[in-house]
């Protein structure tokens, strides 16, 4: 097994959690938001998945999926079609208002296969590549694609952590 083939396997995994934490939520349950300030999951899996799209498809050198393939159109959010919900205020968080879970597992899906075909064309080599060197020690791309897979899990977490209580609710 190779670093990229690691990369996709981790990739698979948030895949996966994605798709068990939406799995039969209603729109009641993929907007709850537990207190005023909370994310609902909904949010939490858009957010995670726009953040992949945005950062792979920058390193890849290609247009994002959500504007490419009419994912924002479908979502329909009175949202800049480049935000990816850094900085959102309770406002912008709730125009995130996701209606069946099937948007976001197939924005998922999309944004996966793009994710997966890219981290086919890349060798070790290209993994240790510097490109961004604003920071010290500056960030090689496997640094930045590690930094999507943890951010992803984490939120994939929050989601499934969230969805359980609306679950039981």
Do not use: K
């Amino acid at each position: 097994m190779n670093s990229s083939d690691v990369l996709a396997d981790a990739f698979s995994r948030v895949r996966s959690d994605v798709h068990r934490a939406v799995e039969g939520l209603d729109e009641r349950a993929l907007n709850l938001r537990l207190d005023p300030d909370a994310n609902p999951v909904g949010w939490l899996v858009w957010h995670l998945i726009r953040v992949q799209d945005d950062h792979l498809a920058e390193l890849a050198g290609s247009e994002q999926a959500y504007t490419a393939l009419g994912w924002a159109g479908r979502f329909g959010f009175d949202l800049d079609p480049t935000s990816i919900g850094y900085g959102h205020t309770r406002e912008q968080v709730d125009a995130v208002h996701v209606t069946d879970p099937a948007l976001l597992t197939g924005y998922y899906d999309a944004v996966h296969e793009r994710t997966l075909a890219y981290l086919r064309t890349l060798s070790d080599a290209d993994l240790d590549e510097v490109i961004d060197d604003a920071w010290d020690p500056p960030v090689t791309r496997g640094v930045r694609i590690i930094s999507v897979v943890d951010d992803d899990i984490q939120h994939a977490g929050q989601a499934a952590f969230v969805a359980g209580i609306a679950r039981r609710a």
